[in-house]
């Protein structure tokens, strides 16, 4: 065999390989191991949160197509993704799907191992029968399977190798909810949403449009029945976690259909997170509820608020065309132990800054002694006409004369990520949690 024949063999060998990986669904490492920036995949179609370049009240659409990179956004340091949630794990890149088997019984990588074994070995056995290729060819050709198998592993020059799965993930949750004054007496119009089954955890927060009020209509009605239909689809097909690119999507999207099919008056904003078995957190906010995520000291990553216009937000619900496809997704892909999941509505955001929130998670205690804290705060700075609040900065850079803070219904979930019981994802068992009104230690002093 002759030099440039060996090279057709490594070069052709390499290219089956890179089909049967690609059959397989394996996709390519994306980040390279010195960067510090959040690996943030974003499905197709989803909307972005990026940290420099749009106003803060204004959607933008994913910065490259979801094509690139297998639907892989990198955002730097700065802004609001920092840098301490790090680069995409490389580890298990060439896993196949979950329970994949080959004839032979083995994983689709290491079947695609085994192949990439089999083309060196025949690579070295045609130089040694006698081929006309110098040491040099066969050394260069040995180091094209090489490189392109460590393409497809963890970084330059590595040989494939399995890695053990990382240890499944869980949360643990605690629920504040303080109603404005004036609404106390029917528990205000927020609801707050907790459900774990098969391993997999979605928290969320929903917000009855006031507005529906001043025609007769309680707006928490309608936020009460979208977070029950969540709910409940949601114990009626879990593995949607798994089996679906955007999950909360859809999981929200049969909620809102029942709802469009019942004609049930009124309207809400929606924010959800879902922590699956295999540790991906989804997260999905349509209007001016948010989440955010607190690693040690630092808030690592948070959405954005969604307006049409200032003080109107995105919104589900009759008279708006609105869809939950319309909210931004993300999916973080570096969630770890002792992480912070701060989800709430807009009675906290309009009125408690994020770095308040961090110094109250940082003071520790149970989810639910944070949740107590930053509804409290909320609540107090909604309160005062005097505080430089969140909502009267937006209000001025808008050009409207705004003071103090805006009291208005609160609700807080505080999840902090840790070990799973029992070795799996969630909870300890099955367990749901639908809340709208306030407990009474809310309102001791």
Aim: proline share 5%; glycine share 14%.
């Amino acid at each position: 065999m002759t030099g440039a024949s060996m090279s057709s063999l490594a070069l052709g060998g390499v290219m089956l390989l890179g089909m049967a990986v690609g059959a397989h669904g394996v996709r390519p490492a994306f980040s390279d191991p010195g960067s510090s920036g959040l690996l943030l995949r974003t499905p197709s179609m989803s909307h972005i949160d990026h940290p420099s370049h749009h106003s803060p009240n204004t959607p933008v659409l994913a910065s490259r197509p979801a094509s690139l990179a297998g639907g892989a956004v990198r955002f730097r340091k700065g802004g609001e993704l920092a840098s301490t949630l790090m680069a995409g794990s490389r580890t298990n890149v060439l896993d196949g799907p979950k329970g994949a088997k080959g004839a032979g019984g083995g994983s689709s990588a290491g079947q695609v191992e085994t192949a990439a074994e089999v083309l060196l070995k025949q690579i070295r056995d045609t130089a040694a029968e006698g081929s006309s290729a110098t040491s040099s060819e066969v050394e260069e050709s040995e180091e094209v399977v090489n490189h392109a198998i460590a393409s497809w592993h963890k970084g330059p020059g590595s040989r494939v190798s399995l890695s053990p799965p990382p240890p499944a993930l869980g949360l643990e949750s605690g629920v504040s909810i303080m109603p404005h004054p004036l609404k106390a007496y029917r528990g205000g119009e927020d609801v707050a949403l907790e459900v774990t089954v098969e391993g997999h955890t979605v928290i969320g927060v929903f917000d009855g449009v006031g507005g529906w009020a001043e025609l007769g209509v309680d707006p928490a009605l309608y936020a009460r029945r979208m977070a029950d239909l969540v709910r409940m689809e949601f114990e009626r097909n879990p593995d949607m976690a798994l089996l679906h690119e955007r999950p909360l999507i859809t999981l929200l999207q049969a909620a809102y259909d029942e709802l469009e099919l019942a004609e049930l008056p009124g309207s809400c904003t929606a924010s959800l997170a879902l922590l699956t078995s295999e540790g991906h957190l989804h997260v999905l906010n349509v209007g001016d509820s948010g989440i955010h995520v607190v690693r040690g000291e630092e808030c690592v990553f948070k959405t954005r608020e969604q307006q049409h216009y200032f003080n109107c937000p995105y919104q589900l619900g009759m008279g708006s065309d609105d869809r939950p496809n319309d909210g931004a997704y993300y999916v973080l892909d570096d969630i770890a132990e002792g992480d912070m999941i701060i989800a709430a509505t807009d009675g906290t955001w309009d009125n408690v800054w994020g770095h308040d929130v961090v110094d109250l998670v940082v003071q520790g205690g149970t989810p639910g002694e944070i949740a107590r804290r930053v509804a409290l705060l909320s609540h107090e700075h909604g309160g005062d006409a005097a505080y430089v609040s969140p909502f009267a900065v937006n209000s001025a850079q808008q050009g409207q004369a705004y003071r103090g803070g805006k009291l208005d219904d609160v609700t807080v979930v505080v999840s902090r990520v840790g070990a799973a019981a029992g070795g799996r994802g969630g909870a300890a068992g099955d367990e749901s949690l639908v809340t709208s009104t306030a407990s009474e230690e809310d309102f001791q002093e």
